[in-house]
């Protein structure tokens, strides 16, 4: 089959639309389940090259969780905590201990768990077959579909049980390599260029620019995933990881500091969340998990108690919250450390290492290139970070 027909396009008044291929050859992909439209295809095409790329990368199965053209979440197979098991809400299903023997799993449960409220909805891509573990915590989440070189049976028709049956499942051909050359049509002209088929590894950071030089090896694979990351996030963009997860993604944003202060944002609520007052949050029964996170967005903002009230509270919380300062806050994020970040092009002012450094960070990699790179460097000096300079530049559009 080389064309498939699509609902409709980015919007419900954009018809026609489908998917085809211009040689008229088969198109690489099958779907098992569902009806996906145009921007899920984008997502699943997207997220697809990103996890088969970490998986080249670190070796580990990866898993991501799309939204809206860039990524909500990356991680890779790592086993999980007693503490991300909880934050993550892995132990509502039962799985308990045994969902650290998917690293498939493992890898999906960091992904979606990162940054909880912008996964809801989410596309998933998966490097590997989906196991039955991956496809009963997937099938527990608010999510529009997944993408995957094959799924087990079992696995298979527990994902065709949700969304009334409507999910979105496709298989993607994992031997498929396309056309060197890509092209989009943008108001009725036709774009071309040459696909960014750079391959990032180890080596990706060697030109360490900063005095200290003693990048660890769990920070190189946190910073190919972060670079791998924003190879197909919307730039501007910059990315958080830490512990083989992106734990804060900053997208689509006109300038550099505001990419590093919202991702910077997004990892310090990761790491708030694991604070012993989120994990002391008594909750009350049969609250729907979606409403847990945004609870915790809350709690952990500035004024939850203005914005929460007496009444909402109590629909929320078995036992009423003590207010979480300010000061508490910030003395449990000084404990974050060994934070990798990356940034898809050059820092053009040392802010974004200042604002970086509030968040944990350690590591950093970057193209290199600005007129102040001295300035950025010396920022880094200041706070004993290690830097590399890519020399590449990672825009994606």
């Not at 070189?149 to 527990?158: D, F, H, M, R």
């Amino acid at each position: 089959m080389n064309e498939l027909e699509l609902k409709y396009g980015c919007n419900p008044n954009q018809k026609p639309s489908r998917i085809y291929m211009n040689d008229g050859s088969d198109l690489p992909v099958k779907v098992l389940n569902g009806k996906p439209g145009y921007i899920n295809f984008l997502d699943a095409f997207n997220g697809w090259q990103l996890v088969t790329e970490l998986k080249k990368a670190t070796g580990l199965a990866a898993a991501t969780s799309f939204k809206h053209v860039s990524p909500a979440g990356a991680a890779v197979g790592l086993p999980l905590t007693d503490v991300e098991r909880s934050i993550y809400w892995a132990n509502d299903f039962g799985m308990g201990d045994t969902v650290n023997s998917s690293p498939l799993a493992c890898a999906y449960i960091r992904a979606r768990g990162a940054d909880r409220m912008s996964s809801f909805g989410d596309f998933i891509a998966l490097s590997d077959v989906c196991d039955a573990a991956t496809a009963e915590f997937i099938k527990h989440e608010v999510s529009d579909g997944v993408i995957a070189p094959g799924y087990e049976p079992q696995a298979l028709e527990i994902l065709k049980t949700k969304k009334r049956g409507t999910y979105n499942i496709i298989e993607m051909d994992a031997a498929y390599v396309p056309n060197p050359i890509e092209r989009k049509e943008v108001f009725g002209i036709t774009f071309e260029q040459g696909r960014n088929d750079l391959h990032i590894d180890a080596e990706f950071f060697s030109n360490i620019v900063t005095e200290n030089k003693e990048l660890t090896d769990a920070a190189k694979i946190d910073l190919a995933i972060a670079m791998i990351t924003l190879k197909y996030t919307q730039s501007n963009s910059v990315c958080y990881v830490k512990g083989g997860q992106a734990i804060g993604i900053g997208a689509g944003q006109q300038s550099r500091i505001h990419c590093t202060r919202l991702a910077g944002n997004k990892a310090d609520n990761w790491f708030l969340r694991q604070s012993p007052q989120v994990l002391g949050l008594q909750f009350c029964e049969n609250i729907k998990r979606a409403d847990r996170d945004n609870a915790i967005d809350l709690y952990i903002g500035e004024d939850y108690m203005d914005v929460l009230g007496d009444d909402v509270w109590a629909n929320t919380f078995r036992v009423k919250p003590p207010v979480f300062t300010p000061q508490e806050k910030r003395a449990w994020l000084d404990q974050n450390t060994n934070v990798t970040l990356g940034s898809d092009a050059f820092f053009p002012f040392s802010d974004n290492i200042e604002r970086a450094y509030r968040s944990g960070v350690t590591y950093v990699a970057q193209p290199g290139g600005s007129k102040r790179d001295q300035e950025v460097i010396d920022a880094c000096n200041a706070h004993n970070m290690v830097m590399a300079f890519t020399g590449i530049r990672l825009f994606h559009h």
